[in-house]
């Protein structure tokens, strides 16, 4: 098999995702979609047909360069130079200038709220959100998360309570949730995993009914909807991540939006370390701006949007049909009525199959495919809460059974067919048992 080339930009999403283009007002002069073109760095003339023909069996790997889970997503890079070129020319690189203001608002607009405030990473974005929110005590998370949801409270001395996930959906339980509530919990984190919505209403049910904040960790879900309507709008604020790895990114970035006022002008002032004018600090605050030049990459990546879904919806299709002719391997289903941005591609490994998700992940690693075992062990294994709460997976067995059974392929918009049905065909050797 050969897999070197380009990708060419595709036609529209199709599905709910038709439109996105128009939505962001982005064509080009004659009404066609925008055209990207991109090397795809994976070469491999490797047939297997067996187990010896497998590297971790001493053959040479598939692919000379190795694929990773979350290679970005870039627009056009003439837009972007021209932006960038202009930055410097400015003498203005920071300090909420013109770009960063322009990204805001296309933001907001694109997610249909009121205030995008845009911070340096998603990270200080959740730390932020969860001090002007007022949050302390306990606040309830899941565990299947990355690391930074818990991360943000303990780094406030908040301590992050572990609820536990439905396996279906990967996201918070309400019923777990409920469970974890004390007189100290202050307040509940969602996060849509994958992209998926969280249990919207029924966190909502529950903090109304405990008098509890409820604020969602959106940092997958940029472009993905609930019931038609865009993720970002949902309970007092919604953080995004615009990490290099995410499916929309400003290098590094983040936002929390919001449609509260008072919420949006308090974030602004704790981004710019509490300055209001000059020489005036009204607010204890940090450093979370967002750069002109990472403001550039994200309006430049907003108006090539639709090609990246487009791209990632073709490479979700294309495991999704050879996986479904695996018996023991599924993949976790995008919803075709909500809009998706496709970025994870979850699969789960069943416990008859033959072979173990680690091992899985060992036979593609050795073949230069870098499949990761995202949020394993969860963050209740990880320190410091291993330490603060060495009886915590007692209440998660969801979380460990998830945690121990996923494995997420790489895809985006650098990856092309080929090297997925390559992919492909060292899973479909593993699925003999016999590796
Ligand atoms: N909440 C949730 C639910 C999150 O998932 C995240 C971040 C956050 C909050 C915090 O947001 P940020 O503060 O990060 O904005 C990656 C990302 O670093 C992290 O942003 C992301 N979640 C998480 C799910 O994945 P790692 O440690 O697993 O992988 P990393 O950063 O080493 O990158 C993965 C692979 O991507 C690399 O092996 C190579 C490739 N890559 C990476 C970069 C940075 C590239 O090809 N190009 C690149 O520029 O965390």
């Known amino acids: 098999m050969k897999v070197k080339g380009v990708v060419t930009g595709l036609g529209a ?47 040479p790997p598939m692919f000379a360069e190795p694929i990773h ?24 690189l920071s300090n909420n200038g013109p770009i960063a203001q322009e990204f805001e608002q296309r933001i907001a607009s694109f997610l249909g709220v009121k205030h995008c405030v845009a911070m340096c990473n998603g990270t ?20 299947y998360t990355f690391i930074a949801t818990a991360h943000a409270l303990q780094w406030q001395e908040i301590t992050p309570i572990f609820a536990d996930i439905d396996p279906a959906t990967h996201n918070l339980d309400p019923a777990a949730v409920w469970r974890m509530i004390t007189p100290r ?30 604020m969602f960790d959106a940092s997958h879900g940029f472009g993905c909807s609930l019931n038609g309507e865009l993720l ?13 790895t995410k499916f929309f990114n400003t290098f590094e970035g983040g936002a ?4 509260n006022d008072t919420l949006a002008e308090k974030m602004r002032l704790m981004r710019n370390f509490g300055f209001s004018g000059y020489d005036n600090v009204i607010y204890p605050g940090t450093n979370g701006k967002m750069t002109e030049i990472a403001a550039a990459m994200g309006l430049t990546n907003l108006e090539d949007l639709a090609d990246f879904v487009a791209m990632n919806r073709r490479n979700y299709q294309c495991y999704r049909d050879a996986i479904a002719s695996i018996p023991g391997l599924s993949m976790l289903e995008y919803d075709e009525s909500e809009r998706n941005n496709y970025q994870y591609v979850v699969v789960e490994v069943a416990p008859y199959f033959p072979v173990s998700r680690d091992r899985i992940v060992d036979v593609l690693h050795a073949e230069n495919v870098l499949a990761r075992k995202y ?8 320190e410091p809460y291993r330490s603060y709460y060495p009886h915590a997976g007692l209440v998660l067995p969801n979380t460990k059974r998830v945690a121990e059974r996923v494995v997420v392929l ?8 080929d090297a997925i049905r390559g992919i492909m065909s060292v899973l479909g050797v593993v699925a003999s048992g016999t590796v």
């Open 256 to 259: 929390v939006v919001t449609n």
């Open 185 to 214: 919990t202050t307040g509940i984190i969602g996060v849509h995993l994958w992209g998926r919505a969280s249990p919207v209403k029924e966190l909502e049910a529950i903090a109304r009914e405990h008098n509890l904040r409820l």
């Open 410 to 417: 790489p895809t985006g918009s650098a990856l092309h067919v």
């Open 13 to 59: 999403a199709g599905g709910a995702n038709d439109g996105l283009l128009k939505r962001i007002g982005v064509r080009n002069s004659d009404g066609a979609s925008m055209k990207l073109v991109r090397d795809v760095d994976v070469t491999s003339d490797k047939i297997i047909s067996s187990a010896a023909d497998l590297a971790i069996n001493g053959a």
């Open 69 to 92: 889970v979350g290679r970005p997503n870039i627009g056009d890079h003439k837009r972007f130079l021209q932006r960038a070129s202009n930055i410097l020319d400015s003498g203005w």
């Open 232 to 244: 970002g709008g949902f309970g007092e604020c919604e953080v995004f991540s615009f990490h290099a």
């Open 375 to 382: 949020f394993w062990p969860g963050c209740h294994n990880m």
């Open 124 to 143: 200080i974005a959740l730390e932020i959100a969860t001090r002007a929110l007022e949050l302390k005590g306990e606040v309830i998370v899941p565990s």
